[in-house]
């Protein structure tokens, strides 16, 4: 059975630098694509990033291109979100998903994390 856990999320102030981590365990990390998600208070979930099994193709969304990257190691089993120059609308829970078919990674992952809180203060 797949497993993410994520990490690294926090209180940070506005235009500060943030790294959330994500661990895969239970299957082989490179047969999944991964993304990362974010739900904000009182809004539905949308995608932020993803990333492909081997990381030559990724995906980030329009509202944060340039500012968040994806990356993923798959000697260490995890992907990333480095996430720069946050706004206070980036305050959101974010999660990590898992899919074996790189069409659904972003529409309608199969596995995901609990996520991890990220708060960012004018």
């Known amino acids: 059975q797949v497993q993410l856990v994520e990490s690294g999320g926090g209180l940070v102030q506005a235009g500060a630098s943030l790294r959330l981590s994500c661990a895969l365990s239970?299957?082989?990390?490179?047969?999944?694509?991964m993304g990362w998600f974010r739900q904000a208070p009182g809004k539905e979930r949308e995608i932020v990033a993803a990333?492909?099994?081997?990381?030559?193709?990724?995906y980030t969304d329009s509202a944060v291109k340039g500012r968040f990257t994806v990356s993923r190691d798959n000697a260490k089993n995890t992907v990333y979100l480095q996430m720069s120059s946050l706004k206070p609308e980036d305050t959101a829970v974010y999660y990590c998903?898992?899919?074996?078919?790189?069409?659904?990674?972003?529409?309608?992952?199969?596995?995901w994390g609990r996520g991890t809180h990220v708060t960012v203060s004018s």
């Open positions: 998903a898992a899919d074996p078919v790189w069409s659904r990674i972003i529409t309608a992952p199969g596995v």
């Open positions: 239970g299957r082989t990390f490179r047969a999944y694509a």
């Open positions: 990333i492909s099994y081997s990381g030559d193709r990724t």
